[in-house]
């Protein structure tokens, strides 16, 4: 069965300090790869995504991600957080031909940054 | 811009209960997702529906699951008899497409409490 692990449960950074979190899933085929974030109070929003193509992506806010096929990985970085980047972070993948929408999850990644 | 939304964002309810949780996804798209997380525990689907019909379910969504399109834009989560092994967020989500381009965009989450 396809599955997603985020190696850090809590994560405590100063603002301007550089963050990478880890995401890596077990799928020997074809995936779609996503990270989500979600601040206190709101709903989950996408920050990026990869389909196919340059392995490196752009998010919003700063953040990227890169795809390691070889490491089954997909880490997020920012090169410099921010007190407002405090949320939680999700890394999900759809995997498989039949790829109808279902997203699997990370158990998410609690960012606190300290002003 | 749009969004999901979902009411009620919190709802407490006696072991036994019926629980009815309400989404009203994008006007323009045509999937529709319940996911939940357990408190400290991963966001995990529960079924996925695309033309009045479920088109997938995982093996949490059991016969006290039901979903529903009553009209023209609400998508409910039904619980028949509730358990207290289902407090948990509630996210609805929805998307214009399926497969490789399907980005879900997800709601704020309904929080059920089972006492």
């Known amino acids: 069965a396809q599955s997603v692990s985020q190696h850090n449960h809590h994560v405590i950074l100063s603002e301007a300090a550089s963050l990478e979190l880890g995401c890596n899933y077990s799928y020997g085929g074809t995936v779609n790869l996503f990270w989500y974030v979600q601040y206190p109070g709101q709903h989950l929003q996408l920050l990026l995504k990869?389909?196919?193509?340059?392995?490196l992506v752009k998010g919003i806010k700063g953040f990227e991600a890169e795809f390691i096929k070889s490491k089954f990985s997909f880490n997020l970085r920012k090169p410099s957080v921010q007190w407002s980047d405090t949320a939680e972070y999700f890394c999900?993948?759809?995997?498989?031909?039949?790829?109808?929408?279902?997203?699997?999850f990370g158990q998410g990644t609690e960012l606190s940054v300290k002003p | 811009e749009p969004e999901v939304t979902q009411t009620p964002s919190h709802q407490v309810t006696q072991m036994g209960q019926e629980v009815i949780l309400r989404c009203v996804p994008i006007s323009n798209h045509l999937y529709f997702y319940w996911y939940r997380q357990i408190l400290g525990q991963k966001v995990e689907f529960l079924v996925s529906?695309?033309?009045?019909?479920?088109?997938?379910k995982s093996e949490i969504f059991d016969d006290q699951f039901s979903v529903e399109r009553p009209d023209g834009s609400n998508f409910t989560l039904k619980i028949r008899s509730t358990k207290l092994e289902d407090s948990a967020m509630y996210f609805c989500?929805?998307?214009?497409?399926?497969?490789?381009?399907?980005?879900?965009?997800f709601g704020e989450g309904s929080r059920l409490t089972v006492l």
């Open positions: 989500a929805s998307s214009r497409l399926a497969g490789r381009n399907g980005e879900l965009f």
């Open positions: 999900a993948v759809k995997a498989g031909r039949n790829q109808g929408g279902k997203l699997i």
């Open positions: 990869y389909f196919s193509g340059d392995p």
């Open positions: 529906f695309y033309n009045n019909e479920i088109s997938e």
